[in-house]
């Protein structure tokens, strides 16, 4: 049975930074098509944060385009995401989530593998 664990949340200031990890078991992330991370502020939609496909190309909502990092360690079969510059309005819950759509998708519906989130908090 494959798990997704994320970890790395809590509370930072503005202009902070953290790193989220999400472990995998079960499966190997470089197996998946897609892997990627998403967020959910309350009562908003889940939405697209990066992604990274199974050649290591990496994707980025222009939200975090510059300031979001993404990335893949096979031999601890974790992906990272390193926030920098971090704004009031990262403030959301944050998932890991992995895909074998047949195509590169950054769509939650298209990912089929979820961790259980952990929550980013921004003060300003």
């Known amino acids: 049975q494959v798990q997704l664990v994320e970890s790395g949340g809590g509370l930072v200031q503005a202009g902070g930074s953290l790193r989220l990890s999400c472990a995998a078991s079960g499966r190997t992330f470089s197996s998946y098509a897609v892997v990627g991370w998403f967020r959910q502020a309350p009562d908003k939609e889940r939405d697209f944060v990066a992604a990274?496909?199974?050649?290591?190309?990496?994707y980025y909502a222009d939200s975090v385009k510059g300031r979001f990092t993404i990335s893949r360690d096979n031999a601890k079969n974790t992906m990272y995401l390193q926030m920098n510059s971090l704004k009031f309005e990262d403030t959301a819950a944050y998932y890991c989530a992995a895909t074998d759509y047949w195509r590169f998708t950054t769509l939650p519906r298209d990912f089929h593998s979820w961790g259980q989130g952990t929550q980013v908090t921004v003060s300003s």
């Open positions: 990274i496909s199974r050649a290591d190309n990496t």
